[in-house]
């Protein structure tokens, strides 16, 4: 590729291209590559999450109310759902195109400019970690005080980790994802998203598996990493309402909280709380009660419940804790008419499982199927297949997302309601569907 890379399209085109999963760089050629930039943001205060479900969701939080305070703060999550700047956040904002193409090419020049020992093994980025070098340079090109890391897939050797310290940890729910990279047990992939842990710095997870538990607590004990469980016993006062969730948490700085999250999605409690225990331990004078609560209320969040049609809902629901968790947000909302769910997946997923689990919980009255673009996409006649077998609600086979999106969508009543969940491609092709068709 020597083409000359001068635009957006270009440098998405570059990075696009290089391999996913095919050749894995050691952690050291990383943290190498990551030191031939000059270590770009190493003296920003980091905080990094791993986790299997509600990453993307903490770091929201954990954005938005620094960003409420005053602190300039940059985060980096994956995917995307419509464009690559979604990934590179600085105060709220995703990057421009310009900046996006001068970050590519402070990456690229050092790639063109290797060290011998990263020459002799013909050293280049994976696709994530390319994009991982481009935020780290974004990041203190900007001056930003704090970085939000999201890890992309595990946590021992996610990219990510190549960075030298830290200053808070966050594991969020662990489940089964990603099984052939990180392991077939809970406790195998726990041992891998705590790989993220440093001595001495802070760690908050959920309590729930007591073998996910005992994972933590016995590694962080081992190197030396403080641990700050979050009990459901420190969450309370739960009150569902229609757009809205209020509950209390425990802090041990203000004892009980109020807090209201601008979502239905009941598994962002649990988020919040992660989000919230964290920025606690940070003891930072400028984030106050009302900050914390004012950042909460405030954060919004593409793909994760969201509601946009009236009574339409996407949700990026792509594993069977995932899916568990919709489905109780789901039972908790009233519908007078019929629930209707739109689903697809990408073949590398437990799709079978998830059929089986969306058809057996009876709660829709209708499920329609249709196949993603792309390689990874499952063929449309296996999506159907899956779901008839455990249910015998009327399962609708669409040639396209969009003829699938028109039947589903525009042909419901008022009354109805309309789940479209199965993964976060799915989430960003209707993204895209709905900005093109102007109904933005």
């Known amino acids: ?34 030191a031939h930039l000059g270590n770009p943001a190493q003296n920003c205060k980091i905080l990094h999450v791993a986790g299997t479900n509600g990453k993307g969701s903490v770091c929201a939080y954990l954005s938005t109310v620094l960003r ?12 995307h759902l419509v464009t690559m700047r979604e990934r590179f956040v600085i105060d709220g904002e995703m990057v421009s195109e310009r900046e996006f193409v001068e970050a590519f090419h402070t990456v690229k020049k050092q790639l063109d400019n290797l060290p011998q020992d990263l020459q002799r093994i013909a050293y280049h980025p994976t696709f994530f970690e390319f994009l991982f070098f481009m935020a780290m340079v974004l990041f203190d090109k900007k001056g930003v005080e704090y970085v939000v890391l999201e890890t992309g897939l595990g946590g021992r050797l996610d990219a990510t980790n190549a960075v030298s310290h830290k200053d808070l940890c ?39 598996q ?24 420190a969450i309370k006062e739960i009150k569902i309402l229609d757009k809205t969730i209020d509950f209390s948490l425990h802090l041990n700085y203000y004892d009980y909280i109020g807090f209201t999250v601008s979502t239905s999605a009941v598994y962002q409690i649990e988020n919040v709380s992660l989000a919230v225990t964290a920025l606690d331990l940070l003891a930072d004078s400028r984030i106050t009660a009302d900050i914390l609560q004012d950042g909460i209320r405030e954060t919004f969040w593409e793909g ?24 109780e947000t789901v039972k908790v909302h009233a519908c007078s ?14 799709y079978r499982e998830a059929a089986q689990v969306l058809a057996g919980s009876g709660l829709f009255d209708e499920i329609g199927v249709a196949a993603i673009s792309g390689e990874r996409a499952l063929p449309l006649q296996t999506l159907e297949d899956s779901f008839r077998q455990y249910t015998g609600v009327t399962v609708r086979a669409y040639d396209t997302l969009e003829a699938a999106f028109t039947g589903m969508v525009s042909h419901r009543s ?16 209707v993204k895209a569907l709905i900005r093109r068709s102007g109904h933005d």
């Open 304 to 327: 994760r419940m969201e509601e946009v049609f009236p009574g339409v809902y996407l949700d990026g629901a792509h594993n069977i804790d995932g899916i568990q968790a919709f489905l």
């Open 414 to 429: 008022d009354k109805d309601k309309v789940y479209i969940v199965g993964s976060l491609y799915l989430v960003g092709e």
């Open 1 to 34: 590729m020597t083409q000359t890379i001068d635009s957006y399209g270009a440098a998405q085109e570059y990075i696009s291209a290089t391999p996913k999963f095919t050749k894995k760089n050691s952690m050291e050629n990383t943290g190498k590559f990551l």
């Open 68 to 79: 409420k305070a005053g602190i300039r703060c940059g985060m980096f999550v994956s995917p």
């Open 337 to 350: 008419g019929k629930r209707k769910l739109l689903f697809s997946a990408v073949k590398d997923k437990q």
């Open 210 to 233: 007591p073998d996910v538990t005992q994972e933590i607590e016995e590694y962080a004990a081992k190197i030396g990493a403080k641990t700050f469980p979050l009990q459901k016993t």
């Open 170 to 208: 966050v594991l969020t729910s662990i489940g089964y994802d990603h099984m052939e990279y990180l392991g077939d047990t809970l406790p195998e992939i726990t041992r891998e998203k705590a790989g993220i842990l440093r001595p001495g710095v802070p760690v908050v997870y959920p309590v729930k």
